[in-house]
């Protein structure tokens, strides 16, 4: 019977050809130095350039440490690492972008966190090499974050992180189409740490993330992991109910008192649009909460794999 690897690398990977090649040469040196059994899953989502024929063509150079998975359209980087997670058969498991922002040659460092005890390895950007706004938009939702989940991660965005194989069997028999990897490890972690990572420019091409895509990630990990957002916003309309009340008691007091008015025509209109503002906000929040129900009552699979590249296991030998 074989025995399972010491380390399984998951990658995601879509349209990542001017990458590949460049990652190949440095993934696999930096796990052969390591000195233990390890296995490379690429999980193709849905690329429409070369990226499934390079990962082809790696599969067939180095078919004993490397599977491919190859999804059938684009389901996006987390369902890709899922599935990279239903694959894998690691003793710990590490996930890297393809882009080689996170040096392969840094694996290490997390896996020697992980002999101290640690069951999830988070990690954190030493020098991070993206635009001012990204910094700044990072940092916000961080802290927000942090307060609302109170779940601590200082460097969400930096995917190069490792899980035992504890969390990543629990994250397995986890069913939800949306959620946050990093944020759900470090939920079912007993004893998790973070570690400092490099951070290089992106080797090739350009990132999958606009700002729309950000945005809707921290939707994700606020709605999916806290209750919290319904709650404050729960608590700022009672509050507005409430001054609201007293708001017409003073106005209708100093109507019967003073007589009709002119000259609060214009605080009428701009209170009447703050509280529409509210209630647009309070409805897309509701929003926010009912679609992700709506997604997971459908049941419908996370994602449609196509094929798999992997080596078929040595037939076992009659016993005598």
């Not at 050809?17 to 849905?46: H, T």
């Not at 058969?89 to 640690?118: C, Y």
């Not at 991070?128 to 939702?141: I, L, Q, Y």
């Not at 002119?262 to 009912?290: D, H, K, P, R, V």
Request: a negative charge; glycine letters at 8%; proline letters at 5%.
């Amino acid at each position: 019977m074989t025995l399972p690897p010491h380390v399984s690398v998951v990658i995601p990977v879509y349209n990542e050809q001017a990458v590949l090649p460049a990652l190949f040469d440095r993934l696999y040196p930096a796990l052969d130095a390591l000195g233990v059994s390890y296995e490379v899953i690429f999980v193709n989502d849905g690329s429409k350039d070369q990226s499934a024929r390079l990962l082809a063509d790696q599969f067939h150079a180095r078919p004993e440490v490397t599977r491919v998975v190859l999804f059938n359209g684009n389901f996006g980087q987390h369902r890709a690492i899922l599935a990279g997670f239903e694959y894998s058969r690691g003793e710990r498991v590490v996930t890297l972008d393809a882009d080689l922002q996170n040096p392969p040659e840094d694996i290490g460092l997390l896996l020697a966190e992980m002999d101290a005890g640690h069951d999830y390895v988070g990690s954190i950007r030493r020098q991070r090499n993206d635009s001012w706004w990204r910094h700044v938009a990072s940092r916000a939702m961080n802290r927000l974050r942090e307060r609302i989940t109170h779940i601590k991660m200082t460097d969400q965005g930096c995917m190069m992180r490792a899980y035992s194989r504890r969390i990543i069997d629990t994250i397995n028999r986890c069913n939800e189409l949306y959620t946050f990897i990093p944020a759900l490890a470090y939920q079912f972690a007993q004893n998790p740490t973070e570690v400092v990572v490099g951070h290089e420019e992106r080797f090739a091409g350009e990132s999958k993330y606009s700002l729309y895509s950000l945005i809707r990630l921290n939707f994700d990990l606020m709605t999916g992991f806290s209750v919290v957002p319904l709650q404050v916003f729960s608590l700022i309309g009672t509050l507005v109910s409430l001054l609201s009340g007293v708001l017409v008691v003073y106005l209708g007091g100093r109507r019967l008192i003073l007589g009709p008015e002119e000259g609060g025509l214009f605080t009428l209109f701009a209170i009447a649009f703050l509280l529409i503002g509210l209630a647009l906000f309070g409805i897309g929040l509701l929003g926010e909460y009912i679609g992700r129900i709506y997604q997971e009552v459908r049941q419908r699979p996370r994602y449609v794999i196509d094929a798999v590249l992997e080596q078929s296991p040595a037939p076992e030998s009659p016993q005598p």
